[in-house]
């Protein structure tokens, strides 16, 4: 099974291709790409141990010269300081404008070896091989790269396109459950966002909380769609002037929470979960949609094994001043995406603190 | 006196004005480019005594916010860590998409104001004022910002055009003369490089040494026609594909020459002067200009006080290892840019190692 989604952008148009056990076809699809002879493959030090061998073997009889680095696994360690060490593996390795850094990996690594592809010689090639539902359906699609400011994340970045997002369903098996229902919650989000048909999709099917639940016929479908829904956003606004701002549905809140339980205890998926929860309560409470649409998003949340309930002891008043360094406050104002019905949103900067804080106490766990 | 150049590029067009007592109308040529309310002007202490007042006064009287981050003086301050404190001011002064940071000053500043800009939130707007010569009429169009790696210059980087560059002539009077000189190298440059009728009207001049020394109107033809010369190149090849490296004349030896003097005896300028001389000195020797070519570029650079001979002690293997690390290198082919008449350049990358290290000893300084 097999599915390729382009991405249309004037400048670095690129394929996303999707397919079962291509990862060892990796050197092949670089090969087609007209690059450099010289690979800088990036992942982590567990994501190495599980792939890299394959990998670095299809690159090598595809004719290319494979160099390796490992970044240290985690949100904590995605910092400038992180890029500094790959920028010394890439000067080490000679590596030129012609040639490739290839990440191999979830967000973080993508994030990152995007960042440092983007500012390497002010830029060379790119390719994205997602490991991670989360980075498969969301962060390998469109271009977005960088690290955290100690103060708040993804301050740091730059727009940056890959020539290729090679996806490989397979590798999914060795993701941890609690990883595979993060990537769920973003999966859930194209729903909310843009894609009823796939919301109702999902409705119909019994698990979403395991891979092991799920046939390889719905993980593809889950796959399309999701990246098709990225692609679509992303193609018409690459560098977020407006509509793309949709794609953060969720995410307004949820860096808040995850920049205040220190970017561990809850993971991306988990916040971008409670956020959710916490737009679509916001958007019942402004008489958006109705209370009904918020439960079947909540039904659908929980199915994935994802947590409807943020932490009763989270500080309301710190993640509400938090939102104001979100990267989408513009002229002070935080702007939202709220939910207006199943498949489609808004993009609002009238929402008041009192109804922020209302919603999210009304959402911490008893 | 005043000219507009305008740099046609297809996503990010925008103007080169050169106009003389500009300084003071900053804000008002902010206030047409529909920015956002807050502006960080970036400089180093310095410029800051001379011309902060004038600019600031400038930008609140059009209504901007106006706030300041000063970074130390000197390419040796040009690294990353300098970057992280910029950071930290954007953060602290809640800069958002629609900010603007403006760099005052000369090269290293607006090299750095500018990868900052291009990767605080992942871009903000940018606007250029150079003080020195040599920023104005190469360092602040184009687009290229960046810091230096450890081992070696403006490896990190990226391509980020700015919304606008004022160049106020006026300023040049507080610059010290050697790094008027500097500049020189750069107009020079392009009077080898690409305009052959520049070249002429400096070859007619008694004095190119110093700014007291030039004719407001002399002063008016160097900076609208250096100035056109860069825009010309780069609205051909804003990437440097191609075109584009015929404007590292004089730097690819250049480069290795400030590396290997630790960025301080020597300064940019006089560095291309040299690595100008050196590139000169090959094209005679392979017989791709003549020798009467070279000594009439070899009389310019020193009309304009700079050095036509490499310090006696420079390590010519080091200089000869250091070029392989260049941006420029291509499947580990070094490409020299080589003169073939005044006025027109051409990209080779057939020059053997032997040539380099004849070229380099034979304009040592005795």
């Known amino acids: 099974m097999s599915s390729v989604i382009p991405v249309r952008l004037p400048e670095n148009p690129y394929e996303i291709a999707i397919a ?29 141990d599980h792939y890299g061998k394959i990998v670095i073997t299809s690159l090598q009889e595809a004719g290319f010269d494979a160099y390796t680095h490992a970044i240290p696994e985690g949100e904590v360690h995605k910092t400038l300081d992180s890029i ?5 593996t890439a000067l080490e390795n000679r ?5 490739t850094m290839v990440a191999l990996g979830g ?25 991670s539902l989360l980075a498969m359906v969301d962060a390998s699609i469109g271009g977005k790269t960088g690290v955290n400011h100690p103060n708040g994340k993804n301050l740091i970045g730059a727009f ?13 098996k060795t993701l941890p459950v609690r990883e595979f229902r993060a990537g769920m919650a973003e999966v859930i989000k194209y729903g909310v966002i843009w894609d009823e048909d796939l919301f109702a999709k999902l409705e119909q099917e019994e698990r979403l909380d395991d891979f092991a639940g799920l046939s390889e016929e719905l993980l593809q479908i889950i796959l399309t769609r999701s990246c098709q829904a990225k692609a679509d956003v992303v193609q018409e606004d690459e560098k977020e002037a407006g509509l793309r701002a949709i794609l953060n549905y969720g995410h307004t809140i949820g860096h808040g929470i995850e920049s205040l339980t220190g970017y561990s205890a809850i993971n991306h998926g988990e916040a971008v979960a409670m956020g959710m929860v916490a737009a679509g309560r916001i958007a019942t409470k402004l008489e958006m949609w109705t209370q009904e649409e918020e439960k079947r998003q909540n039904n659908l949340i929980q199915k994935a094994g994802l947590p409807i309930y943020i932490p009763a002891n989270l500080d309301s008043e710190a993640a509400i001043a938090l939102l104001q360094t979100d990267k989408k406050v513009k002229a002070g104002k935080v702007r939202f995406i709220l939910p207006t019905e199943i498949g489609k949103v808004t993009i609002t900067d009238r929402v008041s603190s009192d109804i922020v804080r209302e919603a999210i106490d009304e959402i911490k766990a008893a």
């Not at 500094?84 to 010394?88: E, K, P, S, V």
């Not at 590596?95 to 040639?99: A, D, H, I, Q, Y």
């Open 20 to 48: 079962y056990g291509s990862l060892n076809q990796l050197g092949n699809y670089l090969k087609q790409l007209n690059l450099g002879k010289k690979v800088l493959l990036v992942s982590n030090q567990e994501i190495f």
């Open 84 to 88: 500094a060490r790959l920028y010394d």
């Open 95 to 99: 590596l030129e404008r012609s040639s």
């Open 107 to 131: 967000g973080v690594v993508g994030d990152m070896t995007g960042f440092a592809a983007a500012t390497w010689l002010r830029g060379i090639n790119f390719v994205q091989v997602p490991t």
């Open 160 to 172: 940056y396109q890959p020539r290729l997002v090679l996806i490989d369903p397979q590798v999914l």
